[in-house]
């Protein structure tokens, strides 16, 4: 089995695994990351969005040999310490997850957004967010938590 | 009072775990020593099982075992129960054929178990499935209702007809004799869409056997642990409940879906002792599809009878119910007690008969999803009324006025066997009117027109019984079960508390809201409290959450115990305080003797009860910790009014909802942030299915709508923000005043869209369309109107 080795949540990991190991099972099952989650089979939920060098992406739709030596980011790598990163704690305040299945691929992938886009309007959030879906919401607070939390972000 | 009471919108103490990636669900666990399932389904709809070939699998690498169902019958485990019994008009008891938890002889829907494979990886059990050789006779499928009725394809052989049963309810005699002296009568022929409720996390089950103890224990994506238990150990495996452990950790999601019974949890447990290891299985997306159970599925037929004022005089309705291949836990009950009971809508009509036939498919069984069997029943009435207002020229506002039940007529004995304790429909439907501003509505059409769009309003106003249910009138309209609800509050030594409760949360935020009640109840703050839930070895019973139970039944619960707790801390402060138990008074978390300054803090008296140095010992027991049972007096009856607004472009038949106002009545709101985000889930759910949802199957069977790829579920660019209010009557019915808020959004909100978009192409011509009105299907519908035909 290959090893495969990268940075996770500033941590140098590395594990023997298959070669057909995604990068969402070697988060959850060999690092013991569950915060990043598989709502599904054909890349559409985001449940598993991560950030690799900087970027959201889908850890579901990349094998893990794939992310050699990159710089990965999970749900677990954002808070300081007890204190909430501004984006989870705009979630919290804005009711913006219920069964929190789909929160931490929103969360990922809200931060993506507002580095592109500090300050998305009601629309463009709604459009970024084509790729996460959440069946509790109905998006209403989770748009209104993204927006809350790219005001603070802007500071 | 504590500020973290009720009434508050106290944040949710679930959230730091799932903001933080810390949740803890079933996919989220290993057992030490654990080994893995892959489930071999069936690729046929109907097919018969001639031989099953485990060898090549069951030595590949890795794989321990390889079980069928021929292995299951011959350690005598059962088939899979059903929970409610329905009987037939003519006294029959409904047809329950087996369902064996591996298929053993047939196949009845794509996706039915047919062997399990356990390795010690997944990936080794799923390759080894490939090897299992199954020869299979595929037989003719049957999936729709009229020709399983036709009865030359048997999903069962032993239901004539796929049948399940005939089944009515109202006064076939009074609704006669209403329409023939009605001046107007108006019908109707409508499907609600089967849909596919895809909470997001899948299933998952992890099962463990103690060879030493002789105990297993299951954890699953469950929303009653117990029922699970009750069901799994004493109708199919013939395990005791001392030697069976469920647990429901953190549930991501369920809508109905993880209420039932699923054959994974049985077929694990059981192979638990086989290979004497733990066992994990996480179902695939693909999997929750053809596995999942469905909801919705109705055909049916409908016709109102109306005065010369557009009064109701009677409500004929017949209906046919997909129950899909197998009868799921509750699939009985959905179309008939949850269904047919609440067909007097808001409204007065005196006559009300309808007829229920079930229908096996060769499907996935079909049982509760959110609103399960309300939707329907709402759907329904709502394109009816719209329909009718249409017919005689009343605005759809004023015809539903005539008609509704005013607040001095509660309690309302409803034809159809339910009543409505408590309402004051016309109060929320006006606010509803006010917020929607239906009265400026001509001029935003006016406006969209300039823009090419056709814009259209539609309303709908709905009852439904939740806080499922007294138990002795569920018993007698043939539950299987007790549905009251338990709960433990045990107070620690210093103060604190932790309540148990038999209800589970799956994103309803219990943790937070049951701890605002005990912080009310107690006056110590809620981060005081601590809810548990979800382990049948923690907690003493519970029947779970669906029907949006919990607050209105496990709620009470908590109540009562808080109140034994309250009473027996009074003897305790009356014995230290040297006062007589009739003097002391509780307030604000202080016990106090009236008409002095002496006062001892809830702490106080709880640390007397644990360190009883000065004590009433004779007369009460050290410690501080009581149960309750509550059953509830009634169901409660949430209501309100739904006012969506859609645009619709014309020429691409594209529907835009533009606005949706709910006004609901749900009683007293204990989080009111919390019950906003219920009736937002809810909408979007009701949304999904008026414009976007639908499963389909092809008439071989096969599931043509089995991954995202192919069912459109809700995304955030398909919904507006929602405009959503409560305006409550308190509950009449349990001691909160509360009512059940989880399923009005998904309630109220299919026929507010329908009737919206109707009310859009109405210039046209269009005088139906189907649920999911999707871009192509509007689009259709305006090529085909007659006002297109007549101008070409
Ligand atoms: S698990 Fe669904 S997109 Fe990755
Ligand atoms: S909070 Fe449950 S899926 Fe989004």
Redesign the interface.
Same mark, same amino acid.
């Given at each position: 089995m290959p090893t495969v080795s990268m940075t996770v949540n500033g941590k140098t990991v590395s594990a023997d695994v298959?070669p057909?190991t995604l990068l969402v099972q070697y988060l /959850?099952e060999h690092l013991g %990351?569950?915060?990043?989650?598989?709502?599904?089979?054909?890349s559409?939920?985001g449940?598993c969005v991560v950030h690799m060098n900087g970027e959201s992406l889908k850890s579901c739709t990349i094998l893990a040999a794939q992310a050699e030596g990159a710089d990965v980011t999970?749900?677990?790598g954002?808070?300081n310490g007890d204190e909430?990163h501004p984006m989870?704690e705009a979630? /919290?305040?804005n009711?913006g %997850?219920?069964?929190?299945?789909?929160?931490?691929g929103m969360?990922m992938s809200a931060l993506d957004l507002v580095q592109k886009n500090p300050d998305p309007s009601?629309?463009e959030?709604?459009?970024w967010?084509?790729g996460?879906?959440?069946?509790?919401?109905?998006?209403?607070?989770?748009?209104?938590s993204i927006l809350a939390g790219a005001e603070a972000l802007r500071g | 009072m504590s500020d973290t009471g009720i009434g508050a919108s106290v944040?949710?103490v679930?959230?730091?775990?799932?903001?933080?990636?810390?949740?803890n669900?079933t996919?989220?666990i290993n057992r030490p020593g654990q080994s893995h399932a892959w489930l071999l389904r069936s690729p046929h709809a109907h097919a018969k099982i001639n031989a099953i070939d485990t060898s090549k699998a069951e030595a590949a690498e890795g794989v321990l075992a390889v079980l069928t169902g021929a292995d299951m019958a011959a350690d005598g485990v059962g088939g899979l129960p059903c929970g409610w019994q329905i009987h037939s008009k003519d006294g029959e008891p409904m047809a329950e054929p087996a369902h064996p938890p591996l298929a053993v002889d047939k196949v009845r829907h794509v996706g039915d178990q047919v062997a399990i494979v356990i390795a010690e990886t997944r990936?080794a059990a799923r390759d080894a499935a490939e090897l299992i050789e199954v020869d299979y006779t595929v037989l003719d499928a049957v999936t729709d209702m009229d020709t399983a009725l036709a009865g030359k394809t048997l999903v069962h052989d032993d239901v004539p007809n796929n049948r399940c049963f005939d089944w009515e309810i109202g006064d076939k005699d009074a609704v006669d004799e209403a329409f023939a002296k009605a001046d107007k009568v108006v019908s109707i022929d409508l499907s609600n869409n089967r849909l596919i409720p895809?909470?997001?996390?899948?299933r998952a089950a992890i099962s463990d056997f103690d060879r030493t103890t002789g105990r297993y224990t299951l954890y699953t994506t469950t929303q009653n642990p117990h029922v699970i238990r009750l069901l799994m150990g004493a109708f199919v495996l013939q395990i005791p409940e001392h030697k069976l452990r469920v647990v429901a950790p953190?549930?991501?999601?369920g809508?109905g879906s993880k209420i039932f019974h699923y054959a994974e949890e049985a077929i694990l447990t059981w192979a638990a002792a086989k290979v004497n290891r733990p066992i994990k299985w996480?179902a695939?997306?693909?999997e929750s599809f053809m596995t999942d159970a469905h909801g919705r599925d109705h055909e049916t037929h409908a016709e109102l009878a109306l005065d010369g004022d557009g009064k109701f005089l009677g409500l004929r309705v017949a209906t046919k119910a997909n129950l899909g291949a197998y009868l799921s836990t509750f699939g009985s009950s959905v179309p008939t007690y949850l269904y047919a009971t609440l067909l007097a809508g808001v409204y007065t009509t005196p006559a009300i008969y309808a007829e229920v036939q079930t229908v096996f498919t060769n499907t996935v069984p079909v049982d509760a999803y959110r609103g399960a069997g309300r939707p329907e029943c709402t759907y329904l009435l709502e394109r009816l009324v719209t329909k009718a207002a249409r017919e005689t020229g009343l605005d759809p506002a004023e015809i539903r006025k005539r008609n509704m039940i005013q607040p001095d007529q509660y309690p309302y004995q409803t034809p159809v066997a339910l009543q409505y304790d408590c309402g004051d429909v016309p109060a929320s439907f006006e606010s509803a009117l006010k917020a929607a501003d239906y009265d400026g509505f001509e001029k935003r059409r006016a406006d969209a027109e300039k823009n090419g769009k056709l814009r259209g309003i539609g309303i709908s106003t709905y009852v439904e019984a939740c806080g499922i249910a007294p138990s002795a009138v569920a018993g007698a309209l043939g539950a299987r079960a007790g549905l009251y609800e338990s709960a433990q509050v045990r107070v620690h030594p210093t103060g604190s508390v932790t309540v148990y409760t038999g209800t589970h949360s799956?994103?309803?935020?219990h943790e937070t809201t049951f701890a605002q009640l005990v912080s009310e109840s107690f006056g110590i703050p809620a981060d005081q409290v601590e809810v548990s839930h979800g382990d049948t070895d923690q907690v003493q019973f519970g029947m779970g959450t669906y029907g949006s139970r919990s607050l209105a039944v496990g709620g009470p619960a908590i109540l009562k115990a808080c109140n034994k707790v309250i009473d027996k801390a009074k003897k305790i402060a009356a014995h230290i305080m040297e006062a007589d138990v009739s003097d002391i008074e509780f307030a604000d978390g202080k016990f106090t003797v009236a008409g002095t300054d002496k006062e001892m803090a809830f702490g106080e008296v709880s640390l007397a009860a644990y360190v009883p140095h000065n004590y009433p010992i004779e007369e009460i027991e050290p410690g501080l910790d009581e149960n309750a049972f509550y059953d509830p007096l009634n169901f409660s009856f949430p209501g309100g009014a739904h006012i969506c607004e859609v645009e619709v472009d014309p020429d691409t038949g594209d529907v835009e909802v533009v606005n949706f106002t709910a006004v609901d009545d749900v009683g007293r709101v204990v989080n009111p942030?919390?019950v906003?985000?219920q009736v937002?889930?809810?909408?979007?759910?009701g949304v999904g299915q008026a414009v976007l949802e639908g499963c389909v199957y092809d008439d071989d069977g096969q599931l043509l709508t089995g991954?995202?790829?192919d069912y459109t579920?809700?995304?955030?660019?398909d919904?507006p923000?929602?405009s959503v209010a409560t305006q409550s009557v308190m509950g009449a019915s349990n001691p909160l005043e509360v009512k059940g808020v989880g399923e009005v959004?998904a309630i109220g909100s299919p026929p507010a869209v329908i009737n919206a978009i109707l009310d859009a192409l109405a210039p046209l011509g269009v005088e139906d369309i189907s649920m999911p009105a999707t871009s192509h299907k509007v689009w259709q519908a305006i090529q085909a109107s007659s006002v297109r035909q007549a101008a070409e």
């Open positions: 298959e057909r /959850r %990351l569950t915060g990043t989650h598989v709502g599904c089979d054909t559409q939920c449940a999970t749900i677990e954002l808070a909430l989870q979630f /919290r305040e009711h %997850l219920q069964c929190g299945f789909c929160t931490p969360v009601e629309r959030v709604r459009e967010l084509e996460n879906l959440c069946r509790c919401t109905g998006y209403h607070n989770i748009v209104k | 944040k949710r679930e959230d730091l775990r799932f903001l933080t990636g810390n949740g669900y996919d989220d990936d895809n909470a997001m996390e899948p953190d549930v991501g999601g809508f996480t695939e997306r693909t799956h994103g309803q935020g942030m919390i906003e985000g937002h889930g809810g909408l979007a759910q991954s995202y790829m579920m809700p995304r955030a660019d919904l923000s929602f959004g």
